[in-house]
């Protein structure tokens, strides 16, 4: 099963949890492929500094409680705690996208509810499936990344962790 995961922090040393966070989704998959890193400007809740954003995808046999279990594992281990709704945070794991699975039942709805008005979301998809369609009704990411073109979002060098396998060239 392909699985698609958003990843965000603007709390702490965000560069380095989140390559703590990605170490340990090459540890279960050494060829997951992620995008580069993004400096977004952060979308709803209070006033807050700039998040860094990125997405990974990578091909896995986990049943999704299990995949839920390791991303809520991962926003622990970077000191999470849930505060204001939409508020700062240390580590964000999202689910976007688990194969084509359609779920509405707590805690996981998939696809993910919000992924598709987040440009923080979709341009690092898009960096890594340009070819990816959203279920259920397979909309091409393109399609929803023009829609959300005046957020703000700025693409950063290749993170110095995966100078092997960063963006879209390395993995085709
Ligand atoms: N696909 C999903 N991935 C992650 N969490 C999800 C998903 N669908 C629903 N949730 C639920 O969202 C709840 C709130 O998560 P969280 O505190 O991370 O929200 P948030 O980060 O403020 O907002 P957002 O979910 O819009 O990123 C979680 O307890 C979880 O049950
Ligand atoms: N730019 C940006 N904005 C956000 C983000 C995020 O990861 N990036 N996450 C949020 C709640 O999940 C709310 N707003």
């Not at 999470?80 to 779920?103: A, E, K, Q, S, W």
């Amino acid at each position: 099963m392909k699985v698609t995961v958003g990843l965000g922090s603007n709390l702490g040393d965000s560069h380095g949890l989140l390559k703590r966070a990605a170490e340990a989704v090459l540890a279960q998959d050494p060829t997951a492929r992620f995008s580069s890193l993004y400096r977004t400007a952060p979308q709803g809740g209070p006033p807050q500094p700039d998040y860094l954003n990125a997405v990974v995808q990578w091909e896995t046999d986990w049943d999704l409680p299990t995949l839920w279990a390791f991303c809520r594992g991962l926003e622990a281990e970077a000191g999470r705690v849930r505060t204001v709704r939409f508020g700062p945070r240390t580590l964000d794991v999202d689910i976007l996208c688990y194969g084509r699975h359609l779920t509405e039942k707590p805690p996981v709805i998939l696809p993910h509810p919000r992924m598709k008005d987040r440009r923080f979301v979709l341009e690092p998809l898009t960096e890594i499936d340009p070819e990816c369609r959203v279920p259920p009704d397979d909309t091409p990411v393109l399609t929803l990344l023009r829609r959300v073109l005046n957020q703000e979002v700025q693409r950063l060098p290749p993170w110095e962790v995966f100078p092997r396998n960063t963006g879209r060239s390395s993995n085709s």
